[in-house]
Nanobody, 123 residues
Framework: QVQLVESGGGLVQAGGSLKLSCAAS????????MGWFRQAPGKEREFVAA????????FYANSVKGRFTISRDNAKNTVYLQMNSLKPEDTANYYC????????????????WGQGTQVTVSS
C-alpha cells in the first residue's frame, strides 16, 4: 500500500510562488511515474504535470507550461511541484498521484492519491 502526503500549499498573491511536496511511504514509488492533479470548486479534477520514474522526462498541461516545474528525489521518496507566476485561476486543491499514465496532452491518474493541499491565489 502506497501512502502519499502533500504539503506546501497556502495563500499567495498573484505572481507569487509556492513549492508543493509529496512524500511517499514506500520506496517502490521510485518505479512509478508520478503526477500532480488539481481540482477547483465546481470543476473536474485535471492533470497538471507528470514525471517519469527516473526524473528525465516531464510533461505539463498547457495551462501551466513554462510556470510550473515537476521534479523528484527518489532517495527521499518525494516529488515536488514548483509553481511560479501563480494566477488566480491556479486556485485549487492539488493532489499527488502515483501511477500516472498517458502521453502527449492526455493523462490519466493511477491508483494512489494523497489527501490534497489547498493552493489559493489572490488577485
Amino acid at each position: 500500500q502506497v501512502q502519499l502526503v502533500e504539503s506546501g500549499g497556502g495563500l499567495v498573491q498573484a505572481g507569487g510562488s509556492l513549492k508543493l511536496s509529496c512524500a511517499a511511504s514506500a520506496h517502490t514509488v521510485s518505479s512509478y511515474t508520478m503526477g500532480w492533479f488539481r481540482q477547483a470548486p465546481g470543476k473536474e479534477r485535471e492533470f497538471v504535470a507528470a514525471i517519469g520514474w527516473s526524473g528525465d522526462t516531464t510533461f505539463y498541461a498547457n495551462s501551466v507550461k513554462g510556470r510550473f516545474t515537476i521534479s523528484r528525489d527518489n532517495a527521499k521518496n518525494t516529488v515536488y511541484l514548483q509553481m511560479n507566476s501563480l494566477k488566480p485561476e491556479d486556485t485549487a486543491n492539488y493532489y499527488c498521484n502515483a501511477g500516472t499514465h498517458g502521453s502527449g496532452s492526455t493523462w490519466f491518474a493511477g491508483g494512489y492519491w494523497g489527501q490534497g493541499t489547498q493552493v489559493t491565489v489572490s488577485s
